[in-house]
């Protein structure tokens, strides 16, 4: 790597290890803390690339990429920040950030980024940044999955692709609408949601076309439309090819491509390609554990901004909020944090009260509740495996196939539960010694003994 980076953050751990790292890798650096000074160097002329934090002593990275632009047109900038919204994202690539890296950051990657960014130049310079929209979306998170979809959002906001956006219930699939409509060049004109009933009748869709008037239409839950009510979309869309009307979006909450064309429950698979031009995963967050505190922090501190007394979590309260299964996802949690900070009586909120408001699922269940709730996930997710069959039988072997999904966990965690002591493991499960090699055999499993057992 060749070429002379200007590294801008008050951080000085952050500004030491960069250096450290871009020199060793044959770059020149220059370090500031100050954007001032940053911008004196760009004026100068120095730099090949910056890497810049947005929250600076004096001022906000993000205000000057403009000047930047200005000054130096094909100079690549590379965003870090602590700030890990989905705003921020959208903001560094709508300021023609060449690429936007949340805090704490993976070093190898951001090395990797800037190498690229030295071999290439920037595009044209950036439109002016939008302001935020008016609803402060709960769309926070540093982990892997949530910076991901943050990049594909920035990627498709400015495009006409009509976009699919599939998550669980609570978790944010129309927020995610929103926010690809508000930072957009779509931004000043409606956005319109709809459903079945908006279908109906002979002026249904033509009614849609006008309340949208060019702006962005999401169909909220796109799965629950009948058939009839699908052709009505397909016409309409039909109808808007090349005329350059609304933007179309949609959300669904589970996977639409094993009922295309099914007799029974069916989805039409020409509104599917219609609708699939981008489709974003919202995941759960169950996928996401490490963004709950953030959340949690963002839903306390809207509290705080309606009125209610500032709140915080002890240790023990954010360990037992981290175990909580959120079948509701974000928006479970956040009904959860209100009753919280309503019924909480001291400023810090204990772990007894997260308990009493999430049940015993996070207080830790008896053997026998947990045993319930295993019968109770293994039907629902049986009930699924048919459901997702298209009305068609699954292949035939069901039985052993999923006992085989059962024996082959179980045995694993007994066996690291034993130490790997396969007559302690043998016990443990009530079954035959020979009868547990022979599983451990058939069923592939990795036996490694150590010396502590349970």
Known sequence: MDGTILVADDDRTIRTVLTQALTRAGCKVHATSSLMTLMRWVEEGKGDLVISDVMMPDGNGLDMLPRIGAERPGLPVIVISAQNTIMTAIQATEAD????????????????????????????????????????????????????????????????????????????????????????????????????????????????????????????????????????????????????????????????????????DGFRSDLYYRLAGAQLDVPTLRERVDDIPLLAAHFLGRAEKEGAVLRRFSDDAMTAIRAHPWPGNVRQLENAVRRLVVTSPAEEIARVEVENVLGAATAGPSPAAATDRLSEAVEKHLRRHFDLQGGQLPPAGLYQRVLR?????????????????????????GINRNTLRKKITDLDILVTRRRKLM
């Open 97 to 264: 950030a060449y690429d936007y890296l949340p805090k704490p950051f993976d070093l190898p990657d951001l090395m990797k980024r800037a190498s690229r960014a030295l071999q290439q130049k920037r595009a044209a310079p950036a439109p002016s940044a939008p302001s935020e929209p008016t609803d402060d979306l709960p769309l926070v998170g540093r982990t892997p999955k949530m910076q991901a979809l943050y990049r594909l959002v920035a990627r498709v906001m400015n495009t006409d692709l009509p976009v699919l956006i599939t998550g669980e219930s609570g978790t944010g699939k129309s927020l995610i609408a929103r926010a690809i409509h508000d930072f957009s060049d779509r931004r000043t004109l409606p956005f319109v949601i709809a459903n079945g009933t908006d279908l109906e009748g002979f002026d249904g869709p033509s009614d849609l076309l006008s309340k949208a008037r060019g702006g962005t239409i999401l169909f909220d839950e796109v799965g629950d439309l009948d058939r009839e009510q699908q052709q009505r979309v397909v016409r309409m869309l039909d109808a808007l090819d090349g005329t350059g009307g609304p933007r179309i979006m949609a959300t669904v909450q589970r996977d639409l491509t094993p009922r295309l064309d099914a007799e029974e």
């Open 405 to 429: 999904e059962v024996e082959a966990p179980l045995i694993e965690i007994a066996l690291d539960a034993t130490g790997g002591n396969q007559a302690r493991c043998a016990d443990l499960l």
